[in-house]
Structures are given as structure tokens and as C-alpha cells.
């Protein structure tokens, strides 16, 4: 899956979510929190992510990612390497 | 082979609670945010109130229960905390001294965070089972006190740990372990454990807590799979949904169970999102109601959860509860156990909700002065006296607690009011 396609997924998990941000653009330097993701709905869009990629990994490893565009790369890069 | 399990289990969930949404507005905080986390009160210990007593608290109905030849066949005593008041004694001696206990008896504490009470009820049920001491009893007691204020400085630990603070508790649980289990027969090695080194949240300094609670949140989400699939390796005819009558979750509060009990139905029970609702309101809510208000007591808060699940349903025939215990850093263990209708007649006794109304509900104004002006008895304090009119006639509205009288040299004193 390349990068644009993972972009899709997220943004559609992200409002799945936070059905309030339907109408906003996205930015990579966005942060979940920023976008008013509380704990609970940023481990929920993290589970989404998870189960639509079909990845198998810790999601302990994706607890310090920053931003939007940083979990991109990883989701992209967990992918690549699964 | 002998069965074991719980023959009692006894709550303290505080002298006195707090309203969480008040706090939440006080503090400024997102309260729509709140709404969804499911947090409704928190208890508050009190300055003369540790996990010492507690602990006391929470085992004296259960002690008061026996015989005299049956309370000293308590042969083992351990607590389970990571709110210790000494690296070196534990709280398990002077709670024997407080209950009166036979001196046969083993004394020690068990840390691993909120897994703590988990650790300490599993090798009860091993002393048991191992019938070393044929007809003994274990008592267990978890005991825990919220240090909620952060760890000062530092950047990522203690990010957005503001928000722990309404869902912060206090409050002990005790369960009696013997041959004669009315309450909770164990399910006997039908037990998911799993642990790994990770730096979620701890207690790296006296009386303060750091963390990250997006690591947390994730580990324990992780842990929740994880131990269910190797319960499940271990009992194969085992089905999330249609063999545990009722869930019990550790819970640091409502939302996050909410959440983890959401990914387990989608992920492992192949549910959709309307039936993963009724699932959660018929299975998962009667473990929560007692949670809900006394707030995270970490290593008790799953015995918690169990205590509320066993007083809160029906129970005409036996029911299988499964149970999910997780401590930061981490270990995690899904485990299960039948509960009988007769054992319900005899919790009965014990009026823990009872408990939970009577509590004296803090201002705004003395939950602030509690933690101010030193009234909190710091890790390694000396000498102190307590002043238990703080809160006039507080502590003589109850018949029969324990609390704090003075510390002299180090040695806690307590007094029965």
C-alpha cells in the first residue's frame, strides 16, 4: 500500500472517530490531540489503522509518534518490513 | 483435587469522595471530554488515612465474619501496593496487628503496580492448591492511595497527566482465599499471563507519579489481546463472548474499559458496533458501577471491578466472570472463576454499596486544603500527630474504623474510632 492510499485510510478513521472534522483539511504536522483526540480516541484510531492495514505489530510501538505525517511513515514503514 | 478460591471479598472505597465533574470544571477542563471518559466520583483519603488503614478497613468485616478457629487458620497475609509507606517493613505487619491475627501466619507486600492485587490473590490460590497446609486460609488485601500530583519537570512523562488527576482514587479491597470458595471458585490454570519491560507509568520518586498515557493506553490494549489469546491457547474451547457471563477490567476509568472491551469485541468476537453496545451494557457495566466511584486504585481497582460485577448482577445459577488485570511496566494476566448463587446471600452482609453512600462528600475548598499546607503525610515523615477534627465529626459518623493517631520514631500508631 503506498503512502497516498494509507493517507486515505487515516483521514477516513480519523472522522470515523472524530466525525466532527469532516469538513477539515488535513496537515501532517496535525496532531491527534490537536484535532481533539483524547486518549481513548487516539488508541481507537490507532486500532482502526491496525486492523484496515492488516498489520500484526505492538501498538506500543506507535505510542511516540508526533504527528500525522510521522505516522504515516511508520504505518508505511511497518508495511514495508511485514 | 481441592477447589479454591474467594470465600469473601470486602471494599473500602474512603471516609470521604469527591464529585469528579465539579473538579473537571474547577481545573478547567474539556467537561464534554470528561462525559466520555465515565468517571462519576473519586474517594479521598483523608490526612489520617493511609493504606494501612485502609486495608484494615476493607478485611476487619471480613475477619469480624469467623470463628475464632477459623480466623486463625489465616495463614498467609500478603498486601499488594505501590503506595508502600517503608522500602523495608510492609504494610501486611501492621495490618496483622490491626486485625488480629494468629502469629502462624506469613507477613509480606507484592509491588508490581496495578497488577499487584492480581499477583497477590494468584499465589493465594497456589498456597491453596498446593495443600502445604491443609484447611489454611490466605487473606489478601490491596491497598492503594493516589499520589496524584505530577512528577515535576521532564517533558513526555508527564505530558497531559493532568487529565489523571479526576480519575486518581483511593481505597482497599479484601478477599479471603480458602478451600471453601462461595463467592468465586478459580477456574485452576485457565490463566493468560504476559509481561514485558516498557515505561508507561510509575513511581520513580516518593509520593509523586509520572507517565505517558497514550503508552499506557496502548500496552494495556495490547495486553488485554494478548492474554486473552494465550488464556484461550490454554482453555481452546474458550469464546470471548458466550463463556464469560460477565467481563471485570482493570479500570483506571470507565472510557478505557469502554474502549478496550470495544477493540476485544471487534477484534477477537467479530461483533459489529450495535451489538458491541448491548454486549458491553449486559457483560461489562456491573463491573464498572463501583469503579465509577471511587475512582483508579490501581492495584485493587480489578479486585474492585470483581467485587462490583459479584454485587451488581443476578445470579440464580453458577456464572462465569472473566477477568483482566493489568499493571504498568508491565505484567497482565486474563484469568476467570464461577460465581455461586449461595455466595451471593452471604456478600450480602458486607453492604458495600451501603459503604459507598455513606461517605462524606468533600468541598471543592477542603479537597484543595488536604493537599495543601502539609497536611499530607509525606513518605518517611518522623514524628507527626494527627488532627482528626480537621473535618469536624468526620471520623465519629462510622462505628468502628481505623485511623491514623501519630507516627513516633517512624512507627505509624492507629487508633480505632
Known amino acids: 500500500m503506498n503512502k497516498e492510499k494509507i493517507v486515505e485510510v487515516l483521514i477516513h478513521n480519523i472522522r470515523e472517530v472524530l466525525p466532527e472534522m469532516d469538513e477539515y483539511s488535513f496537515q501532517s504536522e496535525d496532531t491527534l490531540s490537536d484535532l481533539g483526540a483524547d486518549s481513548v480516541d487516539r488508541a481507537e484510531i490507532i486500532n482502526l489503522m491496525l486492523e484496515e492495514l492488516s498489520l500484526r505489530i505492538p501498538r506500543v510501538e506507535l505510542a511516540g509518534v508526533s504527528n500525522l505525517g510521522e505516522l504515516v511513515e511508520v504505518l508505511h514503514g511497518k508495511l514495508q518490513s511485514a | ?417
Not at chain 2, 485502609?54 to 476487619?60: Q, S, Y
Not at chain 2, 511496566?329 to 448463587?341: A, D, I, Y
Not at chain 2, 471543592?364 to 465529626?393: C, M, Q, S
Open chain 2, 1 to 417: 483435587m481441592v477447589s479454591a478460591g474467594i470465600e469473601a471479598i470486602n471494599i473500602f472505597g474512603g471516609t470521604a469522595y469527591l464529585d469528579v465533574m465539579q473538579l473537571v470544571k474547577h481545573r478547567s477542563l474539556d467537561t464534554t471530554r470528561f462525559e466520555n471518559l465515565l468517571m462519576k466520583e473519586k474517594a479521598v483519603a483523608l490526612p489520617y488515612e493511609d493504606p494501612v488503614t485502609f486495608g484494615v478497613n476493607a478485611a476487619k468485616p471480613i475477619v469480624d465474619s469467623l470463628t475464632e478457629v477459623e480466623k486463625n487458620r489465616i495463614e498467609l497475609l500478603i498486601t499488594c501496593t505501590e503506595s508502600g509507606i517503608d522500602f523495608g517493613k510492609s504494610l501486611s505487619t501492621y495490618i496483622h496487628h490491626y486485625l488480629g491475627l494468629s502469629r502462624n501466619c506469613r507477613l509480606f507486600e507484592i509491588k508490581q503496580a496495578c497488577y499487584s492485587g492480581t499477583a497477590g490473590y494468584q499465589m493465594a490460590l497456589n498456597f491453596i492448591l498446593s495443600q502445604a497446609s491443609p484447611g489454611a486460609k490466605a487473606l489478601v488485601i490491596a491497598s492503594d492511595i493516589s499520589r496524584f500530583l505530577a512528577a515535576e519537570g521532564g517533558d513526555a512523562l508527564s505530558e497531559d497527566w493532568s487529565y489523571s488527576e479526576p480519575s486518581a482514587g483511593a481505597g482497599a479491597v479484601a478477599v479471603l482465599v480458602g478451600e471453601n470458595p462461595l463467592v468465586l471458585q478459580a477456574d485452576v490454570g485457565a490463566n493468560g499471563y504476559y509481561g514485558y519491560e516498557v515505561m508507561d507509568t510509575c513511581r520513580p520518586v516518593p509520593d509523586s507519579e509520572a507517565g505517558d498515557a497514550d503508552l499506557s493506553l496502548m500496552s494495556y490494549l495490547d495486553c488485554c489481546e494478548q492474554t486473552y489469546l494465550e488464556y484461550k491457547r490454554r482453555v481452546p474451547e474458550a469464546d470471548y463472548r458466550s463463556t464469560f457471563h460477565y467481563l471485570a477490567f482493570h479500570t483506571p476509568f470507565g472510557g478505557m474499559v469502554k474502549g478496550a472491551h470495544r477493540t476485544m469485541m471487534r477484534k477477537i468476537a467479530k461483533a459489529k458496533n450495535d451489538d458491541i453496545e448491548a454486549d458491553f451494557n449486559e457483560r461489562v457495566k456491573p463491573g464498572m458501577i463501583y469503579c465509577q466511584r471511587v475512582g483508579n486504585i490501581m492495584g485493587a481497582t480489578l479486585l474492585l471491578s470483581l467485587a462490583s460485577t459479584i454485587d451488581n448482577v443476578r445470579v440464580d445459577s453458577p456464572k462465569r466472570i472473566g477477568c483482566f488485570s493489568y499493571g504498568s511496566g508491565c505484567c497482565s494476566e486474563f484469568f476467570s472463576g464461577v460465581v455461586m448463587p449461595q455466595g451471593l446471600e452471604h456478600q450480602r452482609r458486607f453492604g458495600l454499596q451501603r459503604g459507598l453512600d455513606e461517605r462524606y462528600r468533600l468541598s471543592l475548598d477542603e479537597y484543595e486544603a488536604i493537599f495543601k499546607g502539609n497536611r499530607t503525610v509525606r513518605f518517611g515523615t518522623r514524628n507527626l500527630k494527627l488532627d482528626h477534627e480537621w473535618i469536624p465529626g468526620i471520623t465519629n459518623a462510622f462505628g468502628g474504623r481505623l485511623y491514623l493517631n501519630e507516627i513516633s520514631e517512624f512507627h505509624r500508631k492507629y487508633v480505632w474510632i
